[in-house]
């Protein structure tokens, strides 16, 4: 069954770091990219980094670029994404997401890759306050 599965999320004190993972499960090698997103309280949904499964090449939105970092171990099909020096505006749902090989999703832009992204995670709460 595939299956997007994120943790570490919490609690965590302005200027501090966090590491979230999503776990992928029966994905194999079909998928184009995975992308970490966010949605704060009645705000769209964001595209903040993603990462490209075929050369590993990854993109990042303006508005984390420098502070946070995507990475994926393919051994065991995790992606992660540290964030550091993080602020009350990074406070929001974070999901991560897959664009599945000859399937159709929604249309996302993230650093300047485009992408279909068709499978979600149920998403991790990141709150940033003192």
């Known amino acids: 069954q595939v299956q997007l599965v994120e943790s570490g999320g919490g609690l965590v004190q302005p200027g501090g770091s966090l590491t979230l993972s999503c776990a992928a499960f029966?994905?194999?090698?079909?998928?184009?990219?995975i992308g970490w997103f966010r949605q704060a309280p009645g705000k769209e949904r964001e595209g903040i980094a993603c990462?490209?499964?075929?050369?590993?090449?990854?993109y990042y939105a303006d508005s984390v670029k420098g502070r946070f970092s995507i990475s994926i171990e393919h051994f065991n099909n995790t992606v992660y994404l540290q964030m550091k020096n993080l602020e009350p505006e990074d406070t929001a749902i974070y999901f991560c997401?897959?664009?599945?090989?000859?399937?159709?999703?929604?249309?996302?832009?993230?650093?300047?890759?485009?992408?279909?992204?068709?499978?979600w995670g149920q998403g991790t709460q990141v709150t940033v306050s003192a």
């Open positions: 990462v490209r499964r075929r050369d590993d090449t990854t």
């Open positions: 029966g994905f194999g090698r079909e998928y184009y990219a």
């Open positions: 997401a897959a664009d599945r090989v000859a399937a159709s999703g929604d249309n996302y832009v993230v650093g300047g890759l485009k992408a279909q992204y068709d499978y």
